[in-house]
């Protein structure tokens, strides 16, 4: 499913990725776990496609086609999905519209025939429920005056729309309640398939209580200092990054 | 003859002045017009107002017609039904049949510009050269439903349209104005509407000339006590086109609402220069201008709120955001404020950027292209300018408008 290997991103000029390797087979669910500045976000947007985050070696591939020479909307068509860390207010774009073109931008681009208006506002609707927003929040300019668990609702909500083949989800944890912990958990666990795969991004354990990983690496320095089981995760939460920062 | 107080007058000024002088004279207002035509000569980028919009240098040269016409038909304006004037080069002439009770509206003599536009060299210009005054008077009490759209045309050379509007007591009337010069033509168009206690105007501009013609398109409306006057514009630009708007709240609380969005790619320039003066208590004006800029396009916004003594209570506030696409485009804007009164509550700001890269990402992550995505947060930056619009048919064209250009933007 998803292949990085020895993956190299600047930033400014400044390397954050070190040669990080990791492959997630489709069906499984891979935690990257590590500590503030350690890359995590570099890594989510590398392989969306952020133009500021350059590859300066190192290959990733999705279902062995080529990741680094798409565009952000080609990899996106391909069925790569990001739940980001800090999703955008747009004022002006109504959500179900944008929502909509979106989703119909990337069938067409697979060649696949649009949804229309009514098969999309049925989905919708009942995606809206599963993620916790109510119809006056999808009636309203994209995340604007939302809270920012609201906002992670929102990702979630595109998540479930887009149904991608595999799905980052950056710190998607950080500033939930309990409730919305659930949610996402829900929505994750819905969305497993033998066929599709995730990659969860966070600092924390607790997210990992919902969504019980295949596996945990660790994030430290710009690479993969160390891979395991769900309990890495635990054992993290005990003895902190400590040990991996100095490592690394 | 007077004494020319121009000194060397460009050949497009020589020619003109020679023009005025030779046309059968109107008395001496005519003649004082021509004067104060002379104390200046066309506006130029050393006069106060005209630094960023230069028409002696734009019409110094010869204009070249080389370059087609941007095409937004006219025919998009059918499907709201208006009924249709055509000012050709000059010469008012009614499309549609019209008899309507309380609606009268033929072609009259051209007449003097209200005082308050006396500083305008082109508006004393248009005074001397126009021959005939489009005239629209709607009577008392009377509401025109359909809207009555006046198309100022100009298809060479040099042209004066004048238009005269009287709205009565309690009428109501909704008026769509294109501008629309090619050909490399020189429009000057004059438009003064008088709007009596309690009338309700809106007011629908569309500028949609081509690359090679300037124009300059003088409006003033004078608003009585429980006037609502509500205006939306947009510009496409021109070799140099200038939509000036002169609002005076003359009497009694009245409320102005402006709206505009200039859109400008190639080397077009537009320029919304507006005067709000508020010369009685109570008045209220809400003004909005967005310009989205790409290539080597330049977009001018110069707005003043004049508040006079017996302005007290004036509310009124002014936005202007530019967009910028490209780093050779242009935004020059000039909000300002002139308050004499001392019980007032007057704002403006007025911001430039570019687009943002993280937004742009993200709707990328999402699925659009990089087309698409800019074109989306243009739309998103654009969108309250015409979701200000009441007439459904009316935003309706504001939007195509929008969407054609967008169509174009790379």
């Known amino acids: 499913m998803l292949n990085i290997s020895d993956l190299h991103t600047s930033v400014d000029g400044s390397e954050i990725l070190k040669g990080l390797t990791l492959e997630i087979p489709a069906g499984e669910v891979h935690a990257v776990m590590g500590p503030n500045g350690s890359g995590k976000s570099t890594l989510s947007h590398t392989i969306a496609g952020h133009g500021a985050y350059k590859v300066s070696a190192g290959a990733v ?3 062995g086609d080529d990741l680094l020479g798409l565009e952000p909307n080609e990899r996106a068509a391909k069925g790569l999905f990001l739940s980001f860390q800090h999703p955008m207010e747009i004022p002006g774009v109504q959500t179900m519209n944008f929502i909509r ?14 949804m229309s208006a009514a098969e999309f506002l049925k989905a919708i609707r009942v995606k809206a429920k599963l993620v916790g927003l109510d119809d006056s929040k999808i009636k309203r300019p994209f995340n604007v005056g939302f809270s ?7 990702e979630m909500l595109q998540m479930a729309m887009f149904e991608p083949r595999f799905a980052i989800m950056d710190e998607t944890d950080s500033g939930l309640d309990i409730d919305a912990l659930k949610m996402v958990g829900e929505v994750v666990n819905t969305l497993r398939s033998p066929e599709r795969g995730f990659l969860i991004i966070t600092h924390y354990q607790r997210l990992l209580d919902y969504i019980k990983p295949d596996a945990v690496h660790v994030l430290a320095g710009g690479r993969i200092v160390k891979s395991g089981g769900a309990d890495l995760a635990h054992e993290l939460e005990k003895s902190g990054y400590d040990q991996f920062i100095e490592a690394a | 003859m007077s004494q020319s107080l121009l000194i060397n007058p460009t050949a497009f000024e020589a020619g003109m002045i020679a023009a005025a002088q030779a046309r059968a004279a109107n008395g ?7 004067d104060r035509f002379m104390r200046t000569g066309l506006p130029h980028r050393r006069m106060e107002g005209w630094r960023w919009s230069d028409f002696r240098a734009a019409l110094r040269t010869e204009r070249s017609s080389t370059i087609a016409v941007k095409a937004f038909p006219s025919s998009h304006f059918a499907g709201l039904n208006p009924i249709e004037i055509r000012i050709v080069n000059g010469v008012p002439n009614i499309h549609s049949d019209v008899d309507i009770e309380g609606l009268r509206i033929y072609s009259g003599k051209p007449a003097m510009a209200p005082e308050y536009l006396d500083g305008l060299p082109i508006v004393a210009l248009n005074e001397t050269m126009a021959d005939s005054a489009l005239a629209v008077i709607v009577e ?10 006046i198309r100022h045309i100009a298809t060479s050379g040099a042209k004066f349209s004048q238009a005269r509007v009287t709205l009565g007591k309690r009428s109501k009337a909704r008026f769509i104005e ?17 709007a009596r206690a309690h009338a309700q105007v809106g007011r629908y501009v569309f500028q949609i000339s081509d690359e090679a013609s300037v124009l300059d398109g003088v409006f003033a409306v004078s608003l009585s006590e429980g006037v609502v006057f509500d205006q939306t514009g947009v510009a496409l630009g021109a070799k140099l086109a200038r939509l000036e708007t002169h609002v005076l709240h003359a009497d009694g609380a009245s409320q102005a ?3 505009s969005a200039a ?3 190639g080397s077009s320039h537009a320029d919304f220069t507006s005067r709000i003066y508020h010369a009685a208590s109570k008045c209220t004006t809400r003004q909005k201008h967005k310009a989205v800029m790409t290539e080597k396009a330049r977009g001018v916004f110069q707005g003043k709120f004049r508040v006079e003594r017996a302005g007290q209570q004036t509310d009124a506030k002014m936005t202007a955001n530019a967009l910028l696409l490209s780093d050779e485009a242009e935004a020059d804007h000039k909000p300002e404020l002139e308050i004499y009164a001392d019980d007032v509550e007057c704002a403006h700001g007025s911001t430039t950027g570019a687009l943002d890269e993280d937004a742009l990402f993200y709707l990328r992550a999402r699925g659009l292209d990089e087309q698409g995505a800019r074109a989306l947060l243009i739309e998103a930056f654009l969108a309250d300018v015409f979701d200000d619009v009441t007439h459904d048919g009316v935003r309706g064209v504001f939007r195509e408008c929008m969407e054609v250009w967008l169509g174009g933007v790379r």
């Open chain 1, 148 to 154: 920012g668990g609201e906002k992670k609702r929102m």
């Open chain 1, 101 to 114: 073109t979106a989703l119909n931008s990337q069938r067409k681009a697979r060649g696949e025939g649009e």
């Open chain 2, 178 to 194: 294109t501008y629309e010069s090619s050909g490399g033509a020189f429009l000057s168009a004059v438009t003064h509407v008088s």
């Open chain 1, 61 to 63: 591939t999705l279902d």
């Open chain 2, 28 to 34: 001496a207002a005519h003649q004082a017009a021509i």
């Open chain 2, 263 to 265: 859109l400008l790619s």
């Open chain 2, 257 to 259: 609402r402006l709206s």
């Open chain 2, 140 to 149: 008392d009490g009377v509401a025109i439903e359909r809207p009555i759209l």
